[in-house]
């Protein structure tokens, strides 16, 4: 089997310890622990749709995503997951590509595949893992297009990135950003370049129902952006039917969730901060500030290896070693913020004085 | 928006005629019209799936399918409907490719997409449109990789192609072939050439859930071949997480449902031959025999183009032009079987002599 470099799988972890999957606490995903209330009832009123092939334009769909974001459809390429939207722009976009590690891996090997050169970037620690915008202006040349994860995964930092905007414009470089966590981020607005995309049409944004949303499973993801060439040479390249009839038919509702929108952002709003001083005073950690719905976590002593198979092992809980992330080292760990009864119970878990023996 | 040359869209149709989709009756999609029963059940049963990603390496789906087909799962790669795993073969198959027109068309694009060159064949209506085995015999040379659909869409017939197999295996090609309609054969097992998949490495063959379960909206189709080099190459450009958790998850229940498949084969046994002998009675028609849930029909006076509009404005009914099939021409129709009422009430209205005035 080919290992992609993700997380770990709770039922392969499962399976290699011998436990019960449904006793595992997940906190390697880093996904909305909420719910929509009525995701039942909606599924339920369009089961009638996966007897048909899904519509192979997806006007509603598109027009969904149009009334959620407030921007134009015809802006509006829907994908199976953000996943889709990355390897289609891997066919169209010119490189190289510059790529700002530690990221997404999927970023790098979707290029790959598509024999699109990257050009890596780092982020470094005692600049706590910031875009270094000077960087990115002297090696301008190096590059034709570039993809930033803001807020980024796996550190969760957001920033401002519209000088970055304007500079790959004033170069006629493409920008390509995934937001996929932005919805987490206090005053989304200012970080968000949604507000650009008219203006800028070497602009792309990724985002995805997978995190915020809470379904990773539905698969829908889509991408945005003014540039009328770019969307229809990626159309172009598109295999029809990718977005399934669930999928297709959630969209007319959850977009719509104003309530458990505004539910999940207040909630994280205080809860991050609370999870992060409660991290922050275990002493085998040193803590990133997150502006989303997980931490990185550099650990002082023990690897991220030990650390996560003690934790699994002793409390069946999974944490993501993020040694595999291009540009950290095997000291790292990623942990998601879920609801504060479990994020309490990882807590007092991790303050087990044990689990940290050299 | 791009026209990919596939039937008409039912909610496109409604709207361009300003009827209610739902009270349209679409002859033009070839997919079982009974649904399984219990779906409804199995769905609620897996909507927490959609709260995490799907397995990435689709362990149990895998032995799912190797269970219904009774071949082992480590030949099996599953994906998001038929047509991931054609874009897939199409980015590590050697051309030129053969294909024999007229058939899906998504086999052309995905392998000109794929830069893999296309050697067209074709199937001729004075020879009942039947594969040509001293055709491809005689042109040999001229590709490196065969793709045959068998059924055939949208012609119908069922052949025995096992000697072409030979044939390439004896020159060393491979063999691509579509067995999506398959299950509708009478006699499958001696069509199908699932049983030749260990002792024929140059030989994968094409499935999905699509058209036999009637579930094209949920996206789920699979490849089976035991040649490994192959797989490999396909696992190693598969994107991840193509296949959503509904579909994982009804994976657990569709191929057992042993009831409703029996019920299926029975059914279109004796109703295919009842509807053909229908469709043969109208004057107007050539019909052609078929082993699946579709007849072609070439009209003999006025084009597919005008009964299609005529049929969908006074009968709200939607039957396939089929004229954009390479090697067909603009009298070719394709009509689904559906359920014998539904069956009863097409061909009435297809006695209506005004449909046929020139």
Redesign the interface.
């Known amino acids: 089997?080919?290992n992609?470099g993700?997380g770990a799988?709770?039922?392969?972890m499962a399976a290699k310890y011998n436990k019960n999957p449904n006793d595992i606490l997940?906190f390697s995903?880093n996904?909305n622990p909420y719910?929509i209330e009525k995701?039942?009832e909606y599924?339920?009123e369009g089961?009638h749709?996966?007897?048909?092939?899904?519509?192979?334009?997806y006007?509603?769909l598109r027009k969904n995503i149009e009334e959620y974001l407030g921007c134009r459809s015809e802006w509006i390429i829907p994908g199976?997951?953000a996943?889709?939207i990355m390897?289609l722009l891997m066919k169209c976009i010119k490189g190289p590509l510059a790529v700002i590690n530690p990221t997404f891996s999927?970023y790098e090997r979707?290029a790959r595949?598509n024999h699109v050169e990257v050009v890596p970037f780092y982020l470094h620690k005692h600049n706590s893992f910031l875009i270094d915008g000077d960087e990115i202006r002297s090696r301008i040349n190096e590059f034709e297009s570039l993809f930033i994860c803001n807020p980024n995964n796996p550190t969760g930092k957001v920033q401002n990135i519209k000088e970055i905007l304007d500079l790959l414009q004033s170069h006629s470089k493409l920008l390509i950003v995934d937001e996929t966590f932005i919805e987490f981020v206090e005053d989304e607005g200012t970080f968000s370049l949604l507000q650009y995309i008219e203006d800028y049409p070497n602009l792309i944004i990724i985002k995805a129902a997978t995190k915020f949303f809470?379904?990773?499973?539905?698969?829908l993801g889509y991408g945005i952006t003014s540039h009328q060439e770019l969307l229809k040479q990626m159309?172009?390249?598109?295999?029809?039917?990718?977005?399934?009839?669930?999928?297709?038919n959630l969209s007319n509702y959850i977009f719509k969730e104003q309530e458990y929108i505004q539910m999940t952002k207040e909630f994280f709003k205080t809860e991050r901060k609370r999870v992060l001083n409660e991290l922050a005073a275990i002493e085998h950690f040193k803590t990133y500030a997150t502006d989303t719905n997980f931490v990185l976590i550099e650990l002082r002593s023990i690897t991220a290896d030990q650390l996560k198979k003690r934790l699994f092992e002793k409390y069946n809980v999974l944490i993501r070693d993020a040694s595999n992330f291009k540009g950290l080292d095997e000291h790292f760990i990623r942990i998601a913020i879920k609801t504060p009864m479990q994020n309490d119970l990882l807590i007092s878990k991790l303050n087990d004085e044990c689990l940290f023996e050299i």
């Open positions: 089997m080919i992609l993700h799988n709770v039922d392969d997940d995903a996904i719910k995701l039942e599924i339920l089961i749709k996966s007897y048909n092939y899904p519509d192979i334009h006007t509603q199976n997951g996943t889709e390897y999927e979707s595949l809470g379904l990773p499973g539905i698969r159309f172009i390249y598109k295999e029809p039917w990718t977005i399934n009839s669930f999928a297709e």
